[in-house]
């Protein structure tokens, strides 16, 4: 069953409602520990690359010190000196994007699609509006996020979001969903 974009929204809708009930405790309880041991704000807003190369704000719990780059994490020296005392463990959990429901909530994302670009990634982005993947929601995972995450050269990951929006159907998506579920409690694909 190929995806309607309007029964996609419906779903993400429906599920970004279900996901913020479920975790409104965890998320605060993060929002807390991120206070306590860390200065600086509790969400870290990025600018990045939404639906047709639109630029939008994207919310996660911050997990970088407040004086680290806004760039791309392979781009850091040494990213893992760049982390907060709880950083690591947010990103090895994926608990930092759970901000992330909001944009989904406000549908400059999706729960399935490519992952969004930082503004300043001009490789990736120009890459994936060849390949016409810039024309899709980015989302909270993807068929890439799932493929090797953080540990994909860029070409590779664009093949697979390729892939993916030639690909797209509600089974695929609950399938993309099912896995990260599985990759996240194994703490598969992250490197920093």
């Known amino acids: 069953m190929n995806l309607h974009p309007s029964f996609k929204r419906q779903s993400d809708l429906a599920l970004a409602l279900l996901a913020t009930a479920i975790l409104l405790i965890p998320g605060l309880i993060v929002a807390l520990l991120v206070r306590l041991t860390s ?73 399935v699609g490519p992952r969004p670009a ?37 070409p590779q990951k664009v093949a697979l979001d390729a892939e993916y929006l030639q690909r797209q159907s509600f089974w695929f998506d609950l399938k993309i969903i099912w896995l990260t579920a599985l990759k996240v409690i194994r703490s598969e694909g992250v490197t920093h």
Request: hydrophobic share 35%; aromatic share 8%; proline share 7%.
């Open 39 to 111: 200065t600086g704000s509790i969400l870290y807003w990025s600018d990045r690359v939404g639906e047709n190369n639109r630029i939008f704000k994207m919310p996660k719990f911050r997990s970088m010190r407040t004086d680290t780059p806004a760039v791309a994490t392979h781009l850091l020296k040494d990213p893992k000196a760049c982390l907060t005392p709880i950083g690591g463990f947010l990103r090895k959990t994926s608990l930092d994007e759970i901000p992330q429901l909001w944009s989904i909530l406000k549908g400059d994302m999706s729960f």
């Open 118 to 154: 930082l503004f300043n990634q001009e490789d990736l982005i120009a890459l994936r509006t060849e390949r016409s993947v810039h024309r899709i929601p980015p989302g909270l995972t993807g068929w890439a996020q799932i493929n090797g995450r953080d540990e994909l050269p860029i």
